[in-house]
């Protein structure tokens, strides 16, 4: 991709997929003043919104109209699902053709539907009462469905199962989690923050079963329990899949772009393997995207990924580099909040581990430091402390001088 071609206006990119990353791209090019034209197509029916805030639709907190993300003034086509790339047009599901000069595949990830029998009815749709946890779509069909259900069984829980646990809950409903991982969010608590994560959950009326893997389903044309591989059986009207996402990358691997776990890129963004000479650049971000072995599965990175393509493409940047996403998981749902830095379980040789663990307040925190560096940890039930250590950790950055490590796990010494 030569700037030459990116900076002349008239350029024409498209971008397929309108979600959370697309939005950050869209909005960033235009505030950098990139003289292109972007296109958005995405497949719902609605304009970019932050799937991070679903949940708070599903209680009612928010209306699905408040969670929309700003886009720049972009040109969006909703409904448009495209269904084959390039080279130089993207195919929609009408049949019509949309030509461009560059394209940016930014198609997010599929929930993905546990191995448990019974799950599909005769029809090969999930039974009556089972949902997954992805769309506006999905929140405004399962909240039309808890209003009416007597008992929730959550599978999974990562943070989208507890999450969506917490949201039914405030609903009314009584909750259960099952989990197949010895316990809670285990891809980025340890197991004792995920026990007082379980204590603060059972507060809420949440239930939990970790080392517990769904079976089976009974029901036929609705959902009437949940059998475990104990044989236990837990009965529920309502059944929530929150078994992970797997990124969509069938159009690119149909357009013969090179496909592991996400869309292969590099430091620039762009597909690894140049396109043939005179065809267009193309460039994945997101959900969708893997970098140096890596899907995030996270907003975070999809931003970043988002703003340095935009830096590159408007011309602002051009030499900006991605050069990864430093692991930083972040709940922000009231008595669950949490903060997980890195992998709090990578304790070892040099590193100093601090812990500080309140049963009384279901508090607890750890954070592991090389040096005066932080390289992992982990804040749950109190995160006073979560604005300087975010900086540090973030940037690499020694820890504040100012406040000596002990200070940074108590609440008198936070830096907001
Ligand atoms: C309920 C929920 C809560 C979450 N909470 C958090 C959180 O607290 N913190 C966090 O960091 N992350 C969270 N995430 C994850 C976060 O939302 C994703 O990392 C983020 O949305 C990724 O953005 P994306 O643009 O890559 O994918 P998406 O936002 O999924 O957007 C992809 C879009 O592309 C569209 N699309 C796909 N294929 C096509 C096609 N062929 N044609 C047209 N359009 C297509 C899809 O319909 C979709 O709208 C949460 C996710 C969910 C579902």
Redesign the pocket.
Known sequence: MSRRTTGRAGHRIAV????????RFAERYTALGGPGRVTL????PRA?Y???L??DVLTGRYGADDIALPTGGAALRTG????ALGPGALTLDDGTRAPYDTLVI????NPVLPPVRGLRGPDGELVGGVHS???VADSTRLAADAAHATRAVVVGGG??GV??ARALAALGLPVEIVHQAPHLIERHLDEEAGAVLRTRLAALGVETYPGNRARALHGTHRVSAVELASGYVLAADLVVLACGVRP?TG?ARAAGLPVRAGVVVDGTLAVTGQPPRGEPAVYA????AEHRGTV?????P?WEQADVLAARLSGADPDAVYTGTRPL????AGPLEYAAFGDPTAEGPGVDVLRLADATRATYKKLLLRGDRLVGGVLVGDLATVGALTRAYLRDDPLPGSLAPLHLLTTQGAAR
């Open positions: 397929v997929g309108a979600g959370m990353a697309a939005a197509y995405g497949a719902e970019p932050s799937r991070v679903l949940a448009a699902e495209v269904t930014a198609t997010g990830a946890f992805r769309t943070v989208l999450s969506a969509r159009l971000i997101g959900d969708c995030h599965g996270l907003a975070a999809a998981s972040r709940l922000t």
